[in-house]
């Protein structure tokens, strides 16, 4: 769903484990993941978020983690394997106009689209996908980054996000980000 895709490479500057003390992955998302909860992480890269995610949905959760680019799927893969939460994780290559997510309908309990939205074409589509895929009051986490995504462009997307269903929930403060936490509408 790219428009200026961040280029594979850098995905291991993404893993940095100095992010951590800016964008601890725990931190951010210790409160809203259970045990046993479906989640997404769009855009999910090497897996900077999506192996804290593993960890938090327990054995019995699932996390759907979607890129557009093989190379970094492979790499989350690795690691998965090496971190022993490979079996908790399903990986999916999407397009640049889909998320190839038609067949989950109404299973998501939580999505987390981190630094991601700026870089789809088609927010509306991006918006309808994970609505369709959302359970009735499932939750949606947006970050995007401070200095790369205007406030004006931010905004925009979080009224789109409304558009499609969803309602502001919070505006949790995440390191270097704007971010937004929202509901689907029951």
């Known amino acids: 769903m790219g428009n ?33 909860m479906k989640v997404m992480d769009i855009g999910c890269a090497m897996g ?6 593993a960890r938090l949905v327990g054995e019995q959760g699932k996390v759907i983690c979607v890129d557009m680019q093989e190379k970094m799927i492979e790499v989350l893969l690795r690691r998965a394997v090496r971190k022993g ?3 908790r994780l399903e990986v999916r290559i999407c397009k640049h106009n889909s ?16 630094a991601v939205v ?9 918006f309808e996908e994970i ?6 009051g499932g939750c ?3 970050a995007e980054p401070i200095g790369h995504v205007s406030e004006k462009d931010f905004t925009s997307s979080v009224e789109l996000a409304e558009k499609a269903g969803f309602s502001v929930v919070e505006r949790p403060v995440i390191g270097r980000s704007n971010a937004v936490l929202l509901r689907k509408h029951k």
Not at 48 to 53: A, K, Y
Not at 99 to 114: P, R
């Open 4 to 36: 200026n895709v961040c280029p594979w490479w850098l995905g291991y500057m993404l893993l940095n484990p100095l992010r951590k003390l800016i964008q601890n992955p725990d931190h951010i998302l210790n409160r809203y993941i259970k045990q046993n």
């Open 48 to 53: 900077f978020f999506s192996l804290p995610l």
């Open 85 to 87: 939460l490979n079996n």
């Open 99 to 114: 998320l190839m997510v038609n067949d989950l309908v109404n299973e998501m309990d939580f999505i987390l689209a981190f």
């Open 118 to 126: 700026h870089e789809v074409r088609d927010k509306d589509r991006l």
């Open 131 to 136: 609505r369709l895929i959302s359970k009735s």
């Open 140 to 142: 949606l986490l947006i």
